[in-house]
């Protein structure tokens, strides 16, 4: 069953539960911290999809207020709890910067849920069935437990003690008060399921998608395109998150998954969920809906044998 959850600013409620946009939409500081203030994370929850299928999500950050530093290149992200993912499960995500009035972050989450092969007798298929129910009532039971994303905007460098942004030396664990985001407004969609689901359910998704992952509706332009010779966005990035153990996927992949999230974008805007896996199956040389082998988004069902 498809699942959407649609929220948007500070409204946002299980996804982002206000913790992102509270801890970075800061109002006033105090005297005593006139130089630094303690840096806080938010938390983004992102949904497991049922067995064979996707979930996707894009979040916002519109910076409406910031200080006289150079902002942050980029979405900081970690998943503390992520060698308690299943092992059929992979995050995928990409992010950037627009520097533009207002200044924007954009990140683009996918979750990965592989299915296990099929049986050809009825028994089998039985009690593959009946296993498929469980797991799918545990996933809907743990996703916002299995997929708590941390996400920041730090600007202090990764290493050492001084601001990224302005050079300022800094307390351990501080942000620059001159630097530092003062006042953002958040929006998120997610969709589980995805691959599955309907135009209208898409719709939200497909809009903030053409918004900060396209420039004038081609997303040639934002991920590039070596056939054509297009270049990517400078300030595009990306990476996975999993738990060391996870189903087999082709390392070119994952070291750049922006491929990946590409095919994702164009199948979403182009309305043709439906050929999301097939298409993943071939990047990542590895059959995720558990047909035993890898479609090809031309002949759904057919293809090599997976791994």
Known sequence: MVRAILRSGLSVRLALGLALAGSLAFGAVSASAASHVTVRSGTYKLAIPAPGHVSVAAVEVKVLKHGRGAPPSRVLLDLPNRFGLPEEVRFFY??????????????????????????????ASAARAKATRRVSA???KVQFDAGSILLGFPSRAAFGHTCGSCGAKLPKSTNCKSCWFKRT????????????????????????????????????????????????DPTLNGGEFDDHRAFGWAPASLRDPGPLMHTVVDDLLTAQPQQIIPALELIGQADLNGNGVLDSAATPGGGSPGT
Do not use: C, H, K, M
């Open 94 to 123: 990409v992010r950037r910067r627009i520097s533009t009035a207002p200044l924007r972050y954009e990140l683009l989450l996918v979750a990965v849920n592989r299915a296990t092969g099929r049986s050809s007798s009825a028994s």
């Open 138 to 140: 545990r996933a809907a």
């Open 185 to 232: 407004t958040v929006q998120q969609i997610q969709v589980v399921n995805a691959d599955t689901a309907s135009v209208a359910q898409l719709g939200s998704l497909v809009g903030l998608l053409r918004a900060g992952w396209t420039t004038n509706g081609d997303s040639n332009l934002v991920f590039g395109n070596p056939t054509a010779g297009t270049p990517r």
